[in-house]
């Protein structure tokens, strides 16, 4: 981590980091003592905060302003930070462990005291002088945090009552795979599926209740005139159950992560640019092959799900009843592709995940190129 202070260039940082990440995975998979979770995804985290800031740099201090895109202007860095500042980003007891990154101007600003004040005078300058800055009082987070912990405490029962007689496993047995007909197998698949995100939303809700807890993370005021506390937020737990294409769902899954494939990948890559970023995001998470087979496999899908939904979904919208049958074949299907897709991902393994290729789901391979056409 020290390391990168005295390195200004973002693609030797950004490569190196990648790899060290990885050989760290690699070398815990031969050392049984060591836990993986504690040993990786503290290491993710500093992956993405050490290349955020080094692009931010980069763009600030090496890049003319007409090279930047209005976004990267904003978070463009021009003065290199202290040492301290530099380990208390990447560091912080507050993300340290599931994060999340956060913008290196964002973190500053609240450690100078000044995060709240800021967020209110854009608010001032967008009402016309009412109820902004000087008139509002600061907000506090305390109901954003009650909001989020029992928000934790619900996925926590679930995890413990639901998850546990849910077994991603039990989907490559062989006695169920043998025995079972392909509408069980499918059925017990999507279920499983479903009841493994809750231990995703309690680790990423609480991680975002600790940042508001300390009076991180406070986005300005709603279109209401009440205080969000949304700024660094990971999920959006009703997007995603709730979501009618493979686009949405990953917009509100791992928002945060999203944000940084977006800023240090996609924006920057001169082509295949989809492509660039899903193999990106499988070499962040790790080494296990589960996670290639889900991030290959989506990059298809979500080139077909584009192109057939600018050319089918205009049909749809004509009356309200056609919107609402489009709307629940839209949400199935993109669930049963969600279910395909991510599966892997859950069996790391390359045995099971062929396995469950050939005989769980046979003929859903099919099936799953439905959502592009319902997407």
């Given amino acids: ?76 860095i021009k003065v290199r930070p202290s040492l301290i500042e530099y380990l208390s980003y990447n560091l912080n007891f507050l993300s340290v462990l599931v994060g999340p990154c956060s913008n290196y101007k964002d973190y500053i600003d609240f450690i100078e005291g000044r995060h709240i004040s800021t967020r209110l005078r854009q608010h001032s300058g967008t009402c016309n002088g009412q109820n902004g800055y000087g008139k509002t009082p600061e907000p506090s987070p305390l109901k954003a945090v009650c909001q989020k912990l029992l928000i934790c405490c619900g996925c926590m029962l679930f995890f413990l009552i639901v998850t546990r007689s849910l077994p991603i496993t039990y989907n490559v047995d062989p006695l169920f795979v043998s025995e079972a007909p392909f509408i069980t197998r499918l059925t017990y698949a999507f279920l499983s599926i479903q009841a493994a995100r809750p231990k995703f939303y309690f680790a990423w809700t609480l991680a975002d209740a600790v940042n508001n807890a300390a009076g991180y993370g406070f986005l300005g005021m709603d279109e209401n005139g009440k205080p969000s506390w949304d700024l660094i937020c990971n999920l959006n737990i009703l997007g995603i159950e709730a979501a009618t294409s493979f686009k949405t769902f990953i917009d509100n899954w791992n928002i945060q992560t999203g944000i940084w494939l977006k800023t240090v990948c996609y924006d920057r890559a001169p082509n295949h640019k989809l492509a660039l970023t899903f193999m990106l995001s499988a070499l962040w998470h790790g080494v296990y092959p589960g996670y290639y087979f889900t991030f290959i496999t989506a990059i298809p899908i979500t080139i077909a799900a584009r192109a057939i939904r600018k050319s089918v979904r205009h049909c749809f919208l004509g009356s309200r009843g056609l919107k609402l049958g489009y709307d629940v074949l839209t949400w199935a299907a993109t669930h049963l592709t969600i279910c395909y897709t991510v599966m892997p991902f859950l069996l790391l393994a390359v045995e099971p995940t062929l396995v469950y290729y050939r005989y769980v789901l046979t003929g859903f391979n099919y099936l799953s190129f439905l959502n592009p056409i319902y997407a």
């Avoid at 020290?2 to 050989?23: A, K, R």
């Avoid at 040993?39 to 980069?58: D, G, S």
């Fill in 1 to 76: 981590c020290i390391l990168f202070y005295w390195i200004p260039m973002s693609e030797t940082c950004f490569v190196y980091l990648l790899c060290e990440l990885n050989i760290s995975v690699a070398v815990k998979l031969n050392n049984k003592r060591i836990s993986l979770p504690f040993l990786v995804r503290p290491l993710m985290i500093v992956t993405q905060k050490i290349t955020t800031l080094a692009f931010q740099l980069h763009d600030g201090m090496c890049k003319k302003s007409g090279q930047l895109t209005p976004e990267q202007k904003c978070l463009a």
